[in-house]
């Protein structure tokens, strides 16, 4: 799958980080370890991940608490950068980027979900709904046809003028949701989304996860719920920093 | 016992942030020190009594002569000496002094000093006694007494080493033998010239006294028991009578008595007042800092305080406790206050212009330490109520749900806002009114006065009225120093004139041929004149309008005169030819030329008076200045200029040799000085309320953080967080420089007395300052921003 050009030694070493995924292929993770050091020895949070993702997959991530969930998602959506290894997203290697393209391509196919929401209390939904949009250099109209459109897929045109501390905690993930998915993202990050929810609450999100993926959306999802791993089509197992049995 | 426990509690728990104290101490001591600093001068100048014996009962006594259109407070002459003092009713004692131009003999070049000349009663009306000998008696001030003279403390040191036995010497002073009577001691203050050397007695002819001469100025003891009111009352009832015996000099005459307090100082009022204003602005921001810095400390201890009133302490228990925390801080800052002032105090006194008055009193006694403990305890007050106030509202409770997680209520940082939104608009009024200030300076030093100062140096040169009898002699002297002085090296062109700019005046009355001449000295018509060599005008570049410049030596009376004059007497007609005279038996000098007018008084003087230019060799003064103009370094030509005069006569000295460009800035040092007061002060408000806006703005980020990891999750990039911080720094500095702005249009019009060549709304100024603040407020938002912007939204995010 990758192409290695030999025939000039002196690109060989560049050639090797210019491999691409195969097509069909969304993410490729080779090797990824990261660490902190507390003084002079140094804690490993994740050793040697290799995964690949295929464009179009539903993945869940398990693992006990601290086994590195959080930490690899944040990677993998791009907010961290202080790791080792070879990321490769769509054609791009993550780990060669300058800072700015890799925000680009953060900015242009990620969406992300947190387990408590992280709505703006001092903005409305409709405010809170707008701000990806507002970093994407989008017109404003443009905008508001799309805010509009979100709030209409997901039935929540009635709370717009609300503020986050007026909705229930599924009200609020539904916003969150909306919120991630509204740039048209190709890949959804979500980080133990129904963990502040009623199950009934939480079903709610993962049927909407669900719709979503089936319209092409790649999703990878923490979770401690082995019936809303369910949903998804594969799990990857964490224990403190290991990948186990993939 | 609670106070002492709550002073307990303050020492401790400021010991334990120790930044946070010294910020806010050094902040407070800043502000009260430049107010105690700036009150010092306030006190020395116009609170401090004068140092004399009974200095209230002090008056100056003017000439009133604007009943017919003159000054209020004209000089006077030999005979209001004598009628003013027999009015024994409300003059305890009253005394005429002038100036005196002192050269004294010896040494290798003569050296020339100022003095005064007093009529005897001098020091007796001043309550002032000598150090050494005597002062001066009835006989010492009659026509053609012995000369005697009083020495000055400092000049006894400097020239006669501090000898007690030079008592009873002489020595010569403008060629003439005077005996030593007398010496001044240390802090004796002279009324006229304040830095006078030497006295000695007028000798004035007590009969038959000129009327019309206005060559001294007069100051008078009241008698006890006389208000000035009361003064005023029968100086008035004694014009009237001095007008009706004297009719042709007196009609119109009034006598103006004012306190010598008022007399010497009045004048720095305004200013004073204004820089006092500056100094205040400065405190109230740095009390607002301290109060905001306050009010983040009690945002943090918000739990601290929750828990203390859940425990049973009442809201006054935590105001008390709080507002002494924030009294220490005040009398922390208070005394390192005092301390700042004691320094301040001596770095304005090094920068003060020389000769503002009463500087040298100026000092940190009792007054300003006093005002500097009032200062320090209502600021502790003021800045420590509002946050006690904030701190304990009687909703604690969230406060303690919310597990002390560095929440505050929203009202506190509103407050906060709201603070610094006043201080950036109290830096833009200073910023604003030391622009004005300086742009006034900058406008009067480039005002075209009507002559070129380039290149022009100019000295007073004295030939001693004992030795140089008439007018041969004066004349005589005049050749040989013109034509000396021509031939130093480097010298252009060298020319005489009785007066020069910005170096003092003389007029005197006039009639015009074929116009009836007056008969009262109210209807006299008056000139101002000067005696000039006749390249003056080349010398310093004053353009001919009509007519023609003086030939040399020519032998007829001529004159040239100023537009104004000829404006004034010769309305639409031709002054050139008419012919005018100053002495009923004197000659006629016709006019031959017209000059421009030029701005003898400086750039604020009135521009327009009438002035008219006789050639030397026709009435040759006593004292001439030389004015030379230069191909080189004027300064340089100083000491030749004292060398070619020396060469000339070895007993006269040149006096006050300075360039005509030293004389201008000289003539603007006031405004200098309150430019560059008000100036520091703005800066130091605009650094104080820049660390306020910082600081606000760093506890927004640090209250922000996790919106901020959000906003960054949401795709944010960089530019959008650092806009989001800075931004929000701005807004608030754009409603500060809103209401600044009208601060500054107000304060503008309370400066308009002190400006010149400028409009205190000028554009130009409340541009460039409104810019100044809001490039300081970007970049005091600058950092935090940064910091924001290298937020992690990994750890931001990892609060769950
Ligand atoms: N800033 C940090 N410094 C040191 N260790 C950290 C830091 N942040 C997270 N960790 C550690 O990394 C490990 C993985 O954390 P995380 O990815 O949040 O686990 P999970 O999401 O699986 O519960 C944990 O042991 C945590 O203590
Ligand atoms: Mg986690």
């Known amino acids: 799958m990758a192409f290695f050009g030999k025939s000039n030694p002196a690109v060989n070493v560049d050639a090797a980080d210019t491999a691409t995924l195969a097509p069909g292929m969304l993410i490729g993770l080779r090797n990824i370890e990261k660490s902190y050091a507390h003084g002079t020895s140094r804690t490993y949070v994740l050793r040697r991940i290799n995964l690949d993702v295929k464009d179009g997959e539903f993945i869940s991530i398990m693992g006990p608490s601290g086994a590195g969930k959080s930490t690899l998602l944040h990677i993998i959506g791009m907010h961290d950068s202080a790791w080792t290894g070879e990321y490769y997203f769509l054609d791009q290697p993550v780990h060669k980027l300058a800072p700015k393209d890799r925000a680009r391509l953060h900015k242009q196919h990620i969406g992300f979900v947190f387990q408590s ?42 709370k717009k003028d ?10 609020q993930q539904l916003v969150a949701v909306a919120r991630a998915v509204i740039s048209t993202p190709k890949l959804i990050l979500a980080d133990e989304p129904t963990g502040n929810l009623h199950s009934s609450q939480g079903k709610e999100i ?39 049995n993939e | 016992m609670s106070l002492l426990q709550d002073l307990r509690f303050a020492v401790r728990s400021l010991m334990k942030s120790p930044v946070f104290g010294a910020v806010a101490v050094f902040t407070l001591a800043l502000g009260i020190g430049a107010n105690a600093a700036i009150f010092s001068v306030l006190n020395a100048v116009l609170i401090k009594p004068l140092p004399y014996a009974d200095p209230g009962r002090l008056v100056m006594v003017w000439q009133d002569l604007r009943a017919r259109g003159g000054p209020a407070t004209e000089w006077t002459g030999p005979s209001q000496q004598f009628d003013w003092k027999a009015e024994t009713d409300v003059f305890e004692n009253l005394a005429s002094v002038r100036g005196w131009n002192a050269s004294l003999a010896g040494g290798d070049l003569p050296e020339s000093v100022l003095g005064e000349q007093t009529t005897y009663e001098y020091f007796d009306v001043l309550g002032a006694q000598p150090a050494l000998g005597r002062t001066f008696r009835g006989a010492d001030d009659v026509p053609n007494a012995p000369r005697v003279a009083v020495l000055s403390h400092a000049l006894w040191t400097r020239r006669f080493g501090g000898d007690p036995s030079v008592v009873g010497r002489t020595t010569v002073i403008n060629g003439e033998s005077h005996e030593i009577i007398g010496v001044m001691p240390e802090g004796f203050r002279p009324v006229v010239v304040t830095n006078a050397a030497l006295w000695r007695p007028q000798r004035m002819r007590p009969v038959n006294p000129s009327r019309n001469t206005a060559v001294n100025r007069t100051v008078g003891r009241l008698r006890r028991g006389v208000s000035l009111d009361a003064a005023r009352v029968r ?68 739990r601290e305080i929750a828990i203390r009133r859940a425990l049973g302490a009442g809201r006054r228990r935590i105001v008390s406790q709080l507002l002494t925390e924030s009294l220490v801080l005040a009398a922390a800052g208070g005394g390192l206050g005092a301390l700042i002032a004691v320094w301040g105090v001596s770095a304005l006194k090094a920068v003060a212009p020389e000769g503002t008055p009463r500087i040298e009193e100026v000092g940190v006694d009792w007054r300003v330490l006093a005002f500097a403990a009032a200062l320090a305890l ?23 749900k919310q597990g002390g997680r560095g929440q505050t209520g929203d009202g506190g940082g509103r407050l906060r806002r709201g603070l610094i939104v006043a201080e950036l608009a109290l830096a833009l009024v200073l910023l604003a009114g030391g622009g004005l200030l300086l742009r006034t300076f900058l406008a009067l030093g480039r005002a075209d006065l009507g002559f070129n100062p380039d290149h022009v140096v100019a000295g007073f040169v004295l030939p001693p009225p004992a030795v140089y009898k008439d007018n041969p002699h004066r004349l005589a002297f005049y050749d040989a120093l013109l034509s000396r002085a021509a031939a130093i090296p480097g010298v252009a062109s060298a020319a005489l004139s009785s007066v020069i700019p910005l170096g003092g005046d003389s007029d005197t009355s006039f009639d015009i041929e074929g116009r009836p001449p007056a008969t009262r000295s109210a209807d006299a018509l008056i000139v101002w004149y000067r005696v000039v060599s006749a390249n003056y005008f080349a010398t310093m570049e004053i353009p001919l309008r009509r007519g023609r410049l003086f030939a040399d030596r020519e032998a007829d009376p001529s004159l040239v005169i100023n537009e104004t004059m000829a404006k004034r007497h010769w309305p639409g007609e031709d002054p050139l030819g008419r012919r005018i005279r100053f002495d009923r038996d004197g000659p006629w ?118 919106e901020i990891g959000i906003r960054l999750a949401l795709g944010a990039a960089e530019p959008h967080v650092f806009r989001l911080v800075v931004g929000d720094a701005l807004r608030l500095a754009t409603i500060g420089l809103m209401a600044g702005l009208g601060g500054a249009i107000a304060a503008g019009r309370v400066l308009e007395k002190l400006l010149f060549g400028v409009t205190e709304t000028d554009p130009l100024t409340l541009g460039l300052t409104s810019a100044l603040l809001m490039l300081v407020a970007f970049l005091a938002s600058y950092v935090p921003a940064r910091r924001a912007m290298r937020i992690d939204p990994m750890e931001a995010l990892r609060i769950e």
């Open chain 1, 117 to 158: 929401y992280h709505l703006l209390d001092h903005l409305t939904v409709y405010e809170n709904l707008d701000i990806p949009l507002s970093y994407r250099d989008i017109k404003k109209a443009e905008r508001e046809s799309m805010v509009c459109d979100v709030l209409d897929r997901f039935a929540i045109v009635g």
């Open chain 1, 162 to 171: 609300l503020y986050p501390n007026q909705l229930s905690g599924g009200q």
């Open chain 2, 589 to 706: 000098f016709s006019i031959v030329g017209v000059v421009a007018d030029v701005q003898v008084r400086g750039a604020r003087g009135d521009a327009h008076e009438v002035e008219a230019y006789m050639p030397y060799w026709h009435n040759p003064e006593p004292g001439v200045n030389i004015v030379l103009k230069t191909a080189i370094d004027p300064a340089a030509l100083a000491e030749p200029l004292r060398r070619v005069v020396k060469e000339v006569d070895p007993g006269v000295a040149v006096a006050g040799v300075s360039t005509m460009n030293g004389m201008i800035a000289d003539s603007i040092v006031d405004t200098r000085f309150q430019a560059t007061l008000v100036a520091a002060f703005a800066g130091l408000a605009l650094v104080l309320a820049a660390t306020g806006l910082y600081g606000v703005t760093s506890y927004a980020v640090a209250q922000r953080t996790s």
């Open chain 2, 378 to 400: 209502a600021t502790g007050v003021i800045f420590g109520l509002v946050p006690a106030m904030h701190a304990s509202r009687d909703e604690f409770a969230p406060a303690l």
């Open chain 2, 235 to 302: 100086l008035a009832a004694l014009a009237a009578r001095l007008e009706q015996a004297h009719p042709e000099s007196d009609t119109k005459k009034g006598i103006n008595p004012v306190p010598l307090q008022e007399q010497q100082v009045g004048a720095m009022k305004p200013a004073l007042f204004v820089l006092q204003a500056a100094v205040a602005f400065v405190l109230v921001i740095a009390c607002v800092n301290i109060a905001n810095l306050l009010l983040a400390r009690a945002s943090a201890r918000i």
């Open chain 1, 206 to 244: 993962m049927e909407l996860f669900r719709k979503l993926n089936e319209g092409g959306t790649t999703i990878i999802q923490v979770t401690h719920s082995e019936v809303n791993a369910g949903y998804g089509s594969r799990i990857v197992q964490l224990r403190d920093g290991w990948m186990v």
